[in-house]
């Protein structure tokens, strides 16, 4: 997964360059490093869902979005900004402190290892299909290495560092996510920065009880998941954490809001 992974980085570092007119290796060395991981992903069986060797077919645009009834409800998180209050529910239980993504939520369905279905909250029952649009987003792998139904819940967000370089009626990286995700046409969605982040196995991944070991095997899969901090015994959580969570977000561009 690594040497794939780091693959991918050189590829795309040197297609990047040579876009912008700075090549720095020749095209026969690119197409070598290009076959290998051609030859590594068919081994593998799974390729990771920024490789070069993922051809982006457009669909073409729907007329109207469908409403689909999702398997499993999707609801809205309780809030609370009492520390007291979270540490007395979870105070005898292991728990993981992740950061709440300020986007859309969106549900994504696979099946025998690939991308079947990709549908947003809605008002927690019914819903918009968008697998048009998730096709289309680098974020979102099209093809893993779990040949078992999996269903995996996450945000559609915007960065904002993506945010700040588009031009737009949008007020803030929340709407902008929200309202790309849900275009018609998904080539017009395609040139929106928008990030799938994961955190929450709905269906899948049995073998494994703690959710810090689904999102760990997320992303072994290619998923971009949530910031996290786990802790296998029973601890207080505290204003340190809070922070740290929050210092990882700030990092990483993401915009949350709890």
């Excluded at 051809?55 to 609370?80: D, G």
């Excluded at 979270?86 to 300020?102: G, S, Y």
């Excluded at 929450?200 to 997320?218: D, P, Q």
Aim: glycine share 6%.
């Amino acid at each position: 997964h690594e040497l794939m992974k780091e693959l991918v980085e050189k590829l795309n570092k040197a297609t990047k360059a040579y876009d912008a007119g700075h090549p720095y290796i020749s095209d026969t060395d690119w197409d070598k490093l290009y076959y290998k991981l051609e030859e590594m992903e068919k081994e593998l069986g799974y390729t990771l869902p920024d490789s070069p060797t993922q051809k982006v077919i457009y669909q073409a645009a729907v007329l109207e979005l469908n409403k689909v009834n999702h398997n499993h409800r999707m609801l809205s998180l309780a809030k609370t900004k009492d520390l007291n209050e979270v540490n007395r529910l979870f105070k005898d239980f292991p728990n993981i402190v992740m950061c709440k993504m300020d986007g859309l939520t969106l549900s994504l369905l696979y099946e025998d290892g690939r991308l079947k279905r990709a549908e947003t909250r809605g008002d927690g029952e019914i819903g918009e299909d968008v697998t048009h649009n998730a096709m289309v987003i680098p974020s979102i792998p099209k093809k893993i290495p779990y040949k078992e139904r999996l269903i995996v819940d996450g945000e559609i967000i915007c960065k904002y560092n993506d945010f700040d370089v588009f031009s737009g009626n949008y007020k803030n990286p929340r709407n902008f996510a929200a309202g790309s995700i849900r275009l018609l046409d998904p080539k017009e969605c395609s040139t929106r920065s928008l990030t799938f982040v994961a955190w929450e196995v709905i269906e899948g991944l049995n073998s494994f009880t703690k959710l810090s070991e689904k999102l760990y095997n997320l992303d072994r899969f290619g998923f971009t998941v949530v910031p996290y901090i786990s802790y296998s015994i029973v601890a207080e959580i505290d204003k340190y954490v809070i922070e740290t969570i929050k210092e990882l977000a700030n990092e990483l561009y993401y915009p949350i809001d709890g």
